[in-house]
């Protein structure tokens, strides 16, 4: 079975640290996302990668960089945690428009 | 701005009932058009794809319609299963792989 997995399924931050959220896709899609998703507002596009470094920034990247150093790899980056990032990250990948969806991280930020 | 409209709901249907949920885009250059699932604190899943002519999945039938940029999901016979919140999907730009999604419509159907 094709899998998206995201490194952490809840994670507590200190306002001001960095965050690392890691996801990995064994489906050799060329195409990796990040959302995140907030009551009332639905997925918001934070970064997309169409290639192994490669990136491009969506709707909402302030405050967020990304790496992909590896095909299988997209990381999301909080260069420095604010409560207003406490949201539901939400990782895909896809080898066209089907979207496939890691299980999602719950990020509180204190 | 490619948005993507859909009514919020709820959408309390008893179980049995039909229920028809409807979906505005405002890109009309999208080709690529979807109906996505999200259980309660779960990731979004596939639904169906949504082509012009119409397409059915068993109790679940898409239907497009380009030129008035007008989507619609119909389920029949509604299962407690199907409550869930479903999401509208259409591709940003032709061929650009990325996806614009609509807040969803959160679906409950009661014993």
């Known amino acids: 079975d094709v899998k998206v997995t995201q490194s952490s399924r809840y994670l507590v931050k200190r306002t001001g640290e960095k965050v690392f959220l890691e996801c990995v896709q064994d489906m050799d899609h060329e195409n990796m996302f990040w959302y995140r998703q907030d009551p009332g507002l639905g997925l918001r596009l934070i970064y997309f990668s169409y290639d192994v470094k490669m990136k491009e920034k969506g709707d909402i990247p302030e405050g967020y960089s990304v790496s992909r150093e590896k095909k299988e790899r997209f990381s999301l980056i909080l260069e420095s945690a604010s409560t207003n990032q406490t949201s539901m990250y939400l990782c895909?990948?896809?080898?066209?428009?089907?979207?496939?969806f890691g299980s999602g991280t719950r990020l509180t930020v204190v | 701005r490619k948005e993507v409209e859909q009514d919020p709901g709820p959408f309390n249907v008893p179980e049995g009932a039909t229920v028809a949920f409807n979906c505005t885009y405002s890109?009309?250059?999208?080709?690529?058009f979807f109906w996505y699932r999200q259980d309660c604190r779960k990731e979004p899943k596939l639904l169906m794809s949504?082509?012009?002519s119409g397409n059915e999945d068993g109790r679940f039938t898409a239907q497009l319609n380009r030129a008035s940029q007008y989507i619609s999901l119909l389920i029949r016979d509604s299962k407690l299963s199907d409550s869930a919140t479903y999401l509208c999907v259409v591709e940003s730009g032709a061929g650009s792989y990325q996806l614009t999604f609509g807040k969803g419509t959160k679906l409950s159907v009661i014993p």
């Open positions: 890109n009309s250059a999208s080709q690529s």
């Open positions: 895909a990948s896809s080898g066209g428009t089907v979207y496939t």
């Open positions: 949504v082509y012009s």
